[in-house]
């Protein structure tokens, strides 16, 4: 069984960059067989693509957040991270991490993380 | 890229039929047959519940059901059931190589 689990700081100053890990259990992300994504959903909302990764380092962004996202991966750690810069009030959301196909299976159980100061 | 549209609410009573419809464009619903549907209870993370248009996982009740015309798909879940009462998302595969998902639907059961 396919397990993800997200972990950061869960209240970020504007300004900074968020930063978060998803670490896999139960399946390698060197395999090659999905991609691993960030999805976000703000209180209340629906929810948005942030982007995903390939094993081999491939990413792909949400065209609106393209220019302050980061997402890599470490294979070693079988770890996938997100990072997500110069943040504002806009940016507090649920935080999930998931592993797709052409469609998501598995989805972490999310993370809130809150830009205040 | 824009959301897909999806109707911000629709309901029905125990038994009934309902349809939540997702319409995109020629780049993504309509050009993608990688279109799925999830089931978000509150506080809880998504679950899949149609994949690759009209497929369902195993463990899925068969009261759910996927289709596509067009640039339109479309979730019908029959025999509603108390416990159906969610939000439901779609999302689509887009030509860019990226995805997308509807604005999400709140299903009440009277």
């Known amino acids: ?3 993800l689990q997200e972990s950061g700081p869960g209240l970020v100053k504007p300004s900074q960059t968020l930063s978060l890990t998803c670490t896999v259990s139960g399946g390698s992300i060197s395999s090659g067989d999905y991609y691993w994504s960030w999805i ?3 209180p209340g909302k629906g929810l948005e693509w942030i982007g ?3 094993y081999s380092g491939s990413t792909y962004y949400n065209p609106s957040l393209k220019s302050r996202v980061t997402i890599s991966v470490d294979t070693s750690k079988n770890q996938f991270s997100l990072k997500l810069s110069s943040v504002t009030a ?3 959301a649920v935080y999930y991490c998931a592993r797709v196909d052409s469609y998501i299976d598995y989805w972490g159980q999310g993370t809130l993380v809150t830009v205040s100061s | 890229q824009s959301a897909l549209t999806q109707p911000a609410s629709v ?4 038994g009934q039929s309902i349809t939540i419809s997702c319409t995109g464009t020629s780049s993504d619903v309509g050009g993608s047959n990688y279109v799925s549907w999830y089931q978000q209870h509150p506080g809880k993370a998504p679950k899949l519940m149609i994949y690759d ?3 369902r996982p195993s463990g899925v009740s068969n009261r759910f059901s ?7 798909a479309s979730l019908t879940i029959s025999g509603l059931q108390a416990e159906d009462e969610a939000d439901y998302y779609c999302s689509s595969y887009t030509s860019s190589s990226t995805r997308v998902f509807g604005g999400g ?3 009440t059961v009277l």
Request: proline fraction near 3%; glycine fraction near 10%; hydrophobic fraction near 15%.
């Open chain 1, 1 to 3: 069984q396919v397990q």
């Open chain 1, 40 to 42: 976000r959903q703000h």
């Open chain 1, 52 to 54: 995903y990764i390939y």
């Open chain 1, 90 to 92: 806009a940016d507090t």
């Open chain 2, 11 to 14: 309901s029905g009573s125990p």
């Open chain 2, 53 to 55: 248009v009209s497929n």
């Open chain 2, 66 to 72: 996927g289709s596509k015309s067009g640039n339109t």
């Open chain 2, 105 to 107: 639907t709140k299903l």
